[in-house]
């Protein structure tokens, strides 16, 4: 990954600044860092831009027998090696100085976050480990010997309470002693460890050159500028290697780093089994096991989506805000407003007609949408906080191996039933080619976003075949069109591994945040939308153009055993899901969809063409050649499907 | 800050690496409110104060649709 490095006061050499000694915080994100930095400087402290970058780094003076060292408060990192701005301005702070570097970690956390320890032991400076919160450690039952990791990790470790002062003294005393003493770096060991040691051969006793060299194999363009090394010589280090793509080298690094953490903390670190924690334990082995997890996933789906979404959402809220509210007083009041102001019958339909901008687009916004897409952002919301996605994500891991997928699909898999377009720029995370593609046509065919799904449900609910029909159907589909593609695409297949954070009781303040948020965001994105689809349905009806193209596509709503009015909503499908699911739902609502007819529409509608803005970002990602070819087979896939569901159940008899 | 929903590893949406996830996508501009965690991709929603910094903007009348994350 080429990254671009800051400008550099004066010119580095080999790296680091001369001069000065500075004491380094580093540490995680919420790990007490800036309380410990406030504790440590508790004066004047000077917040300034990092050059060349937004990320702010603070500076203060901390005074130590009669010495004054630069305390710089680094910006929250989760490793050496970057991923953000932030994280490249706080490793490139260390790589140009001397100073001692105080690794800030959470006591509790320890086994998650000791792996940067040891690449910071990689630098080559003095090096401190300062386990902080220790007072919520020993709440979560932790107990941890100091001394015992002192001695196992090769560096001085202070325990602490920064917000009380708690363990301070002993870190000055240990920051004024260990500025002249540099910790020993942690040896990779196996393959890794013998490229890294051909790497840092070349880069003549660099105090760094452990570190430089794992950057230089990572392909780390930083590497490269602050300490160039011949080609060959890192062709000669990735010779060892079974893998050398930076990729995999990086998965591999992080898991040495791991499970070195692991051994060393092994007896030092101990985690009380607290209630708490066995509770924990048990939820997280029923939610990994497929043989309890696909039942816990099918009641998840089930009690959050079909009946919370559906039911609730989808018939109780919107039959009132429809029904009680929309048709029964806001819409006559609206139209004998115009009636009476506004004489020109042209306008009086564009606002308030048939699909006027305020009897159909707004009441569509506020009546229909509104509370069905609130219900789902609600029970996502509490998913989402509780851990249970990245779970899902490895629970699903096998089975989307079948379908030339791994785990990490999940991520864009799962945003498509947030949002397909940002799920199909999201592909990007997937490592090859071949698993974007497959990923690319399984959410334009088959993944229905937040928008259409909590529509969706809301057709279905109270249709509980139809709706087990519904997810057979398109889950098949899926499955069927996915293991074609990873049976003809050529390319391999990439491994999966992702941490896993603690599960945790959903907090209702955060649920309820990022649901105010979502809907916030959602009404602001959807109500001027809806406004344009009717002014282009008025202009559509006055010139004639809209009836025509209702005509033209009837013929093949009659092959799907639907009403010709039904194509009305797929036209609008195309252009916001959303609105297409909600001409369904108007249909239904009029009784001119009986079950089966609304099994199969919705089907179609979901298997149907990708909206616009995700059918552009297609064409972005994947080109127009790609693009066109899936949007063909989709559209055709789509009405094939849905015309054999319809046949197979008028054959069979089946009524819903 | 703001802590990912999937991975809950904290990350500045306004920073250049969020925002640069952003950038190409055809919904830029248009105020969908998401922005992707850097570190496992995953879309996260901004907060809702962004979205009414976003609606005194266009009541202001800025012509020009800035990128998420605009200063």
């Not at chain 1, 001394?147 to 196992?152: G, I, N, Q, T, V």
């Not at chain 1, 990873?486 to 941490?499: D, I, T, V, W, Y």
């Not at chain 1, 009836?547 to 194509?567: C, N």
């Not at chain 1, 009305?568 to 609502?589: H, I, P, V």
Request: with cysteine; proline share 6%.
């Amino acid at each position: 990954m080429a990254l671009a490095t800051p400008p550099y006061e004066s010119e580095p050499k080999n790296g680091r600044e001369p001069g000065r000694k500075r004491v380094f915080l580093v540490g995680n994100p919420n790990v007490g860092k800036s309380v410990l930095f406030n504790a440590l400087t508790s004066s004047y402290a000077v917040v300034s831009n990092y050059p060349g970058t937004t990320v702010e780094v603070s500076r203060g003076k901390l005074r130590l027998d009669g010495e004054e060292l630069e305390v710089v408060d680094t910006p929250g990192m989760y490793s050496l090696r970057p991923i953000t701005e932030e994280e490249r301005v706080a490793r490139d702070l260390l790589l140009r100085d001397d100073g001692v570097i105080v690794s800030v970690v959470d006591a509790k956390n320890l086994p998650r976050l000791l792996p940067m320890t040891l690449e910071l032991s990689m630098l080559g400076r003095p090096l401190i480990l300062v386990c902080n919160l220790m007072d919520e450690a020993k709440g979560a039952g932790v107990t941890l010997d100091v001394k015992a990791l002192s001695r196992k990790l090769g560096v001085p470790v202070v325990a602490t309470v920064a917000t009380r002062g708690a363990g301070l003294d002993e870190l000055k005393k240990l920051i004024e002693r260990e500025a002249a003493v540099a910790g020993a770096p942690f040896a990779l060991p196996g393959p890794i460890g013998a490229a890294v040691e051909t790497i840092a051969g070349a880069l003549n006793g660099v105090p760094s050159a452990p570190f430089l060299a794992l950057l230089h194999l990572e392909g780390d363009a930083a590497a490269a500028q602050i300490a160039p090394v011949e080609p060959e010589i890192i062709a000669r280090a990735r010779a060892f290697l079974a893998d050398a793509r930076p990729s995999a080298v990086s998965a591999e690094i992080s898991k040495l780093f791991r499970k070195r953490a692991s051994e060393i903390l092994a007896d030092v670190f101990v985690q009380g089994r607290r209630a708490s924690s066995r509770w924990r334990e048990r939820v997280d082995g029923m939610l990994l096991n497929p043989w309890t997890g696909f039942p816990v996933l099918a009641i998840v789906l089930y009690l959050g989506l079909y009946e919370f979404v559906g039911v609730f959402g989808g018939q109780v809220v919107v039959g009132w805000l429809e029904n009680d509210l929309f048709l029964s007083h806001v819409n006559p009041w609206l139209s004998a407003l115009f009636a009476k102001y506004v004489p020109w019958a042209v306008i009086r339909d564009l606002f308030v007609g048939e699909d006027g901008v305020l009897t159909m687009g707004i009441r569509y916004a506020v009546a229909i949408i509104l509370p069905v897409v609130g219900s789902f952002f609600l029970a996502f919301s509490v998913l989402e906080d509780s851990g249970y996605l990245p779970r899902l994500a490895l629970m699903l891991n096998r089975l989307f191996r079948v379908i030339g997928l791994n785990g990490r699909a999940v991520i864009p898999l799962i945003l498509g039933f947030g949002c397909d377009t940002t799920a199909t720029m999201v592909t990007r995370v997937l490592e090859t080619t071949r698993e974007r593609v497959i990923a690319t046509f399984l959410l334009a065919l088959a993944i229905p976003c937040s928008a259409q799904i909590g529509l969706i449900l809301g057709l279905l609910g109270g249709h509980p075949a139809a709706m087990g029909l519904w997810i057979f159907t398109v889950a098949g589909i899926f499955l069927i069109s996915g293991t074609l593609m990873a049976r003809f695409l050529p390319g391999k297949q990439a491994r999966f591994f992702m941490e896993l954070p603690p599960l945790r009781v959903p907090s209702l303040k955060n649920v309820l945040n990022k649901t105010m948020s979502r809907m916030g965001w959602y009404f602001l994105e959807v109500v001027p939308l809806f406004v344009l689809a009717s002014v282009l349905v008025w202009i559509g009806n006055i010139t004639g153009l809209f009836p025509k193209l209702i005509a033209a596509t009837e013929p093949v709503m009659r092959a799907l055993g639907l009403p010709g009015a039904a194509s009305k909503a797929f036209l609008f499908g195309f252009f916001r899901r959303d609105y297409g699911a909600a001409g369904l739902y108007e249909l239904q609502k009029a009784g001119a969809l009986d079950g089966v007819q609304l099994l199969v529409s919705a089907v179609t509608l979901t298997l149907f063409l990708p909206c616009i803005a995700q059918f552009l970002m297609m064409k972005r990602e994947r080109g127009w050649k790609v693009t066109l070819l899936m949007s063909g087979v989709i559209l055709a896939l789509a009405i094939s499907v849905g015309w054999a569901l319809n046949q197979i159940l008028l054959l069979s008899g089946v009524t819903l | 800050m703001i802590e990912c929903a999937l991975c809950r590893k904290m990350f500045d949406p306004k920073s250049i690496e969020a925002q640069g996830a952003c950038q190409g996508c055809s919904l830029i501009g248009t105020g969908c409110g998401r922005v992707r965690c850097p570190y496992c991709g995953y879309e996260n929603q901004r907060p809702l104060k962004d979205a009414r910094e976003r609606f005194k903007k266009l009541w202001r009348g800025f012509g020009h649709a800035a990128p998420h994350g605009d200063q």
